[in-house]
């Protein structure tokens, strides 16, 4: 039976590393992941060498070892994640319950069956089925998990994965073992269905929550869109009528101009052909870029900031076909020159002004935004952006810019100094 539980034991070390490298993003290449999993893994055998072997006797022994090696595997996942936060801590310790869960099959079957390789083998066959059906199944609602921002006082998230992990150990493993008190199988097979549908529910109302927010913002940015669209056919048709007017009155200004070369009054000439120059420059359509969508969002974000006198300086080069989603890319560009608009509108209108840097192409991404800001900004401790400060239903915008630069694998930096806020996205492709 010892050796039983050593094998079961070591089998749970590896498919909780495998747990963790396929649904938390790595922060280091392949070759040093496997170099630290190897090294985690051997150390948690190690301990279970000591308290099943060596100090089989001492249950204070078995208690606190045990102890370190959760601590062990959730600082090994920590260690391992790209980012260090509350999604990851609520990963690894639901891993841990996983793990649980596929552990208990092997004292299940050598009480029933008294095989030690049927316990073993059913042992390894349950870790695959779990870790494949939940790869399957759950991956992507994972995945959209680790790239929403779950904001602030969202620990308690955890306290799932850790009462559940706690009635586990109680029940089957410590103090008294399955082995020994038989009678609780029936017990821990139910609390393996609870925790199952529980994480189920709880993953698909997260994932519900998070794909409402995504058709909300999808919603705003077609609502610009379509506005944008409606405003530069407006602004089509009144160019067009008031060029109409210019090409009919253009023969009156050529007879004026032959009547004035005859009089040899080459100033006046100067002011109607100045004339016509403003005429033309105030029916010019602006454009921004030559993508139909991203310029659209451009215009209505201009006509915006043209309401509240703010200077918009612009440094935009973004090529017709873009290798990002577009509408998403739009939507980035609105959120963050909605964010500089709304910070400098109320200022003295000196200081009313954004520069905007936007650079496209095949290879890489740069958004560079810089305006006036008076007021204190609170950054957030996990992610380094600015948070809200108008309450609950703001703030998003910002988490929709997280959730594309995480979604391209880029990087974003902001700070503030001199009451001068500056963000930089980058993205290599």
Not at 265 to 292: A, M, P, Q
Not at 391 to 412: E, N, P, R, Y
Request: glycine letters at 4%; proline letters at 2%.
């Amino acid at each position: 039976m010892i050796y039983v539980k050593s094998i079961s034991y070591i089998l749970s070390h590896i498919f909780f590393l495998v747990f963790t490298c396929l649904f938390i993003p790595q922060r280091y290449s392949r070759g040093k992941t496997f170099s630290i999993c190897l090294f985690s893994c051997l150390l948690m055998t190690l301990m279970d060498y000591f308290k099943l072997h060596l100090y089989s006797d001492s249950p204070v022994f078995y208690f606190f070892t045990t102890i370190a090696q959760i601590a062990i595997t959730q600082l090994t996942a920590l260690f391992l994640s790209e980012k260090r936060t509350v999604k990851t801590l609520f990963l690894g310790l639901s891993a841990s319950n996983y793990i649980l869960v596929g552990t208990i099959f092997a004292p299940i079957l050598y009480i029933f069956t008294g095989s030690v390789s049927l316990a073993l083998v059913g042992n390894l066959l349950a870790h695959l089925v779990i870790l494949t059906v939940l790869y399957c199944r759950t991956g992507d609602v994972v995945s959209r998990f680790c790239q929403r921002d779950l904001g602030k006082n969202k620990w308690e998230l955890c306290l799932i994965p850790v009462f559940f992990y706690c009635s586990f150990s109680s029940i089957a493993f410590f103090p008294y073992t399955l082995y020994e008190h038989p009678e609780n199988i029936l017990i821990s097979i139910f609390l393996m269905i609870t925790m199952l549908v529980s994480y189920v529910v709880v993953l698909r109302y997260m994932d519900s929550e998070t794909k409402q927010v995504e058709e909300y913002w999808k919603n705003v940015m077609f609502e610009s869109y379509i506005k944008g669209l409606e405003s530069q056919s407006y602004l089509v048709e009144q160019s067009e009528r008031n060029l109409k007017i210019l090409r009919h009155d253009m023969r009156h200004y050529s007879m004026t101009i032959d009547s004035l070369l005859n009089q040899k009054e080459y100033d006046e000439i100067r002011n109607i052909t100045g004339h016509i120059k403003e005429v033309v420059d105030e029916n010019r359509l602006s454009r921004y870029c030559e993508n139909l969508v991203v310029n659209t969002i451009l215009t209505t974000m201009a006509e915006q900031a043209q309401s509240f006198q703010i200077a918009l300086h612009s440094d935009i080069m973004i090529p017709r076909e873009i290798p990002v989603n577009e509408y998403e890319f739009a939507m980035v560009l609105a959120n963050l020159l909605e964010n500089a608009i709304h910070s400098v509108k109320n200022l003295d209108p000196a200081k009313r002004s954004i520069n905007v840097k936007v650079h496209c192409n095949a290879e890489h991404l740069l958004i560079d935004m810089e305006n006036e800001c008076t007021q204190k900004i609170l950054f957030d401790s996990t992610t380094g952006l600015p948070k809200s400060r108008r309450g609950k239903g703001h703030g998003l915008g910002m988490q929709s810019v997280q959730a594309f630069c995480d979604k391209l694998g880029g990087t974003i930096d902001c700070y503030c100094e001199d009451n001068r806020f500056r963000i930089i996205m980058f993205v290599k492709f």
